[in-house]
């Protein structure tokens, strides 16, 4: 029988929320070696992860876009939303100005191997695992996808 999300999930993930101080998601992340957090609203439901990826931005700052002018116009090079939002990350105090927001999600119900697919195609590493009430009720992350290939 195909094994699925439930199955190999960690249950009863690390949840923070927004407004949660920046210095707090790190040294959580730090002490129980995991690499992301979901974040979720006073409901419950949630809003965003926060990973290593999106920390990486305090350490390493950013740069702001290649531009020319051009009779006394500057013509950006580089998309200045992106660097906006990457200096917001940058200078962000709380999880929520530095999540990554609307994450993708799964159900407990759905097959590892289609988990698996949106893990790749998504380009993440990590997906939320949501009860039928949106509520968060595991994590499932690249290493638990590999540790069931390793059980098999």
């Keep these: 029988m195909p094994k ?51 920390l990486m931005w305090q350490e390493t700052g950013v740069t702001p876009p290649a531009y020319i002018m051009f009779l006394d116009s500057v013509i950006y090079l580089q998309n200045p939303g992106a660097y906006e939002r990457d200096l917001h990350k940058a200078l962000g105090q709380t999880v929520g100005e530095v999540m990554s927001k609307n994450p993708i999600t799964i159900t407990p119900d759905k097959p590892l191997k289609e988990a698996a697919k949106i893990i790749q195609e998504h380009k993440v590493h990590r997906l939320p695992v949501l009860d039928g009430t949106g509520k968060v009720i595991g994590i499932l992350t690249r290493g638990d996808i590999i540790r069931a290939m390793a059980a098999e």
């Design 4 to 54: 699925t999300v439930a199955d190999v999930m960690s249950r009863d993930p690390i949840l923070v929320r927004p407004q949660t101080p920046l210095k707090e998601a790190i040294q959580i992340l730090a002490e129980k070696r995991i690499s992301g957090l979901p974040v979720i609203d006073d409901a419950g439901k949630v809003v965003g992860i926060i990973s290593e990826t999106d």
